[in-house]
């Protein structure tokens, strides 16, 4: 606004001064990059003061101490507030939630009630879950699996994946994640990486440790992943399962039984024929298989437009035909994947070939893929609503 003139006649320009309420708009804008809720409804604000030159001290609540996200809130608190009218600068103060105050949050975040519970597999669960399987190591299961998840969360779905493969779990590299995860009272708050938010066995044990469990170990790891971790309001949630039927496949089952299969498989027959088997356990486990992938589809020939079948042809087709016999329902090859070396290059560099080189060969079927899984509608369709049938007489 335009002031008084001055003592020679010019003309001064009187900045309103900033408002503890426009301040506390402006914050209402900055997210928990962990929790990716505002900070002023977790209760992470403790003071907004506001001197009479216009710089603004804002004191911010840490989850725990040692936050690894410490400068990215005061980053963003300072930006946020920089932008109020007759803000001259920003001072943020960082502090550290009291045990009550982690308690009341972690309560607050699951819904008002501190009970360790699969919030994927409660009836009204609007998640698609999406359990990533084969029969044997070695298709690219993995590799599949972290390029869906980028590729969903490029077109802005909210996207979560568990590194269920305990063993050989791979899927932080494949995805670039070098983060931690931060424990906040019993809850822990997934690090995440091109929009999808990740856990794994290997971000809690040191190097390349091995993790030598027996069944009751794993289930119980994969109980955490799915109950202790905020996850938040997913649309799409992948599991990374390991090769074969074991314990972890037959866990998933019991944890989150809505949960659908998507089986991946090479052309060859050999390792068709395993797939087939490791799709099957959904007879026993009630489960619905959603479609197969065939990676390792084909080589284009670098000299001409052909395609070299290096691993045979076929394989996908018969998985699928096998798994529509054997559960009686339509099983469809959801694509096939080709060779391509720019997505094992984007695995070992963190990097998905879906956003970088989109519109190679590889890339472009596996974002198909992805647009058809993430495509469907959430919703309660076709989901259990717990009624019983009473007979009236």
Same mark, same amino acid.
């Given at each position: 606004?335009?002031?008084?003139?001055?003592?020679?006649?010019?003309?001064?320009?009187?900045?309103?001064?900033?408002?503890?309420?426009?301040?506390?708009?402006?914050?209402?804008?900055?997210?928990?990059?962990?929790?990716?809720?505002?900070?002023?409804?977790?209760?992470?604000?403790?003071?907004?003061?506001?001197?009479?030159?216009?710089?603004?001290?804002?004191?911010?609540?840490?989850?725990?101490?040692?936050?690894?996200?410490?400068?990215?809130?005061?980053?963003?608190?300072?930006?946020?507030?920089?932008?109020?009218?007759?803000?001259?600068?920003?001072?943020?103060e960082l502090d550290v939630m009291s045990d009550e105050q982690r308690r009341e949050l972690a309560t607050a975040l699951k819904g008002g009630t501190a009970e360790r519970e699969v919030p994927f597999a409660k009836p009204g669960s609007l998640t698609r879950v999406y359990a990533v399987a084969s029969g044997k190591g070695g298709v690219g299961k993995s590799s599949v699996t972290v390029n869906l998840a980028a590729a969903m969360a490029a077109d802005g779905l909210k996207v979560g994946v568990v590194d269920a493969d305990i063993y050989g779990h791979?899927?932080?590299?494949?995805?670039?994640?070098?983060?931690?995860?931060?424990? +906040? =009272? @019993? &809850?822990?708050?997934? /690090?995440?990486? !091109?929009?999808?938010?990740?856990?794994?066995?290997?971000?809690?044990?040191? %190097?390349?440790?091995?993790?030598?469990?027996?069944?009751?170990?794993?289930?119980?790891?994969?109980?955490?992943?799915?109950?202790?971790?905020?996850?938040?309001?997913?649309?799409?949630?992948?599991?990374?399962?390991?090769?074969?039927?074991?314990?972890?496949?037959?866990?998933?089952?019991?944890?989150?039984?809505?949960?659908?299969?998507?089986?991946?498989?090479?052309?060859?027959?050999?390792?068709?024929?395993?797939?087939?088997?490791?799709?099957?356990?959904?007879?026993?486990?009630?489960?619905?298989?959603?479609?197969? +992938? =065939? @990676? &390792?589809?084909?080589? /284009?020939?670098? !000299?001409?437009?052909?395609?070299?079948?290096?691993?045979?042809?076929?394989? %996908?087709?018969?998985?699928?035909?096998?798994?529509?016999?054997?559960?009686?329902?339509?099983?469809?090859?959801?694509?096939?994947?080709?060779?391509?070396?720019?997505?094992?290059?984007?695995?070992?560099?963190?990097?998905?070939?879906?956003?970088?080189?989109?519109?190679?060969?590889?890339?472009?079927?596996?974002?198909?893929?992805?647009?058809?899984?993430?495509?469907?509608?959430?919703?309660?369709?076709?989901?259990?609503?717990?009624?019983?049938?009473?007979?009236?007489?």
């Amino acid at each position: 606004m335009t002031g008084l003139s001055g003592a020679h006649g010019e003309r001064r320009t009187i900045v309103p001064m900033a408002t503890e309420d426009a301040v506390r708009e402006a914050l209402a804008t900055v997210n928990d990059p962990e929790i990716n809720r505002p900070i002023t409804e977790l209760g992470m604000v403790k003071s907004v003061q506001i001197s009479a030159d216009g710089v603004v001290a804002v004191a911010v609540y840490l989850t725990v101490s040692g936050c690894p996200m410490r400068d990215t809130i005061t980053q963003r608190v300072t930006e946020a507030v920089s932008r109020v009218e007759g803000v001259t600068g920003v001072d943020v103060e960082l502090d550290v939630m009291s045990d009550e105050q982690r308690r009341e949050l972690a309560t607050a975040l699951k819904g008002g009630t501190a009970e360790r519970e699969v919030p994927f597999a409660k009836p009204g669960s609007l998640t698609r879950v999406y359990a990533v399987a084969s029969g044997k190591g070695g298709v690219g299961k993995s590799s599949v699996t972290v390029n869906l998840a980028a590729a969903m969360a490029a077109d802005g779905l909210k996207v979560g994946v568990v590194d269920a493969d305990i063993y050989g779990h791979s899927v932080p590299r494949m995805l670039g994640v070098d983060g931690r995860p931060t424990q +906040v =009272e @019993n &809850m822990i708050m997934p /690090p995440s990486a !091109h929009g999808v938010k990740v856990i794994s066995i290997g971000m809690f044990t040191p %190097g390349n440790a091995p993790v030598v469990w027996r069944g009751p170990m794993l289930h119980r790891a994969l109980q955490q992943f799915l109950a202790d971790v905020y996850w938040g309001d997913l649309d799409v949630l992948l599991l990374d399962l390991p090769p074969g039927t074991g314990d972890i496949a037959i866990s998933v089952a019991q944890l989150v039984p809505n949960a659908e299969i998507l089986v991946v498989t090479t052309p060859q027959q050999a390792a068709a024929e395993v797939a087939e088997r490791a799709g099957s356990i959904a007879v026993q486990t009630h489960q619905k298989i959603v479609g197969v +992938v =065939e @990676n &390792m589809s084909g080589l /284009p020939c670098p !000299h001409c437009d052909e395609m070299v079948d290096v691993f045979g042809t076929g394989g %996908g087709q018969s998985v699928a035909d096998g798994l529509t016999r054997t559960t009686g329902a339509t099983v469809p090859v959801l694509g096939s994947i080709p060779i391509d070396v720019r997505l094992r290059e984007g695995g070992d560099e963190g990097k998905p070939v879906v956003l970088t080189d989109p519109d190679s060969p590889a890339g472009s079927a596996l974002r198909a893929i992805a647009g058809k899984l993430g495509g469907r509608q959430r919703g309660l369709s076709g989901m259990s609503l717990g009624i019983t049938p009473r007979n009236k007489f």
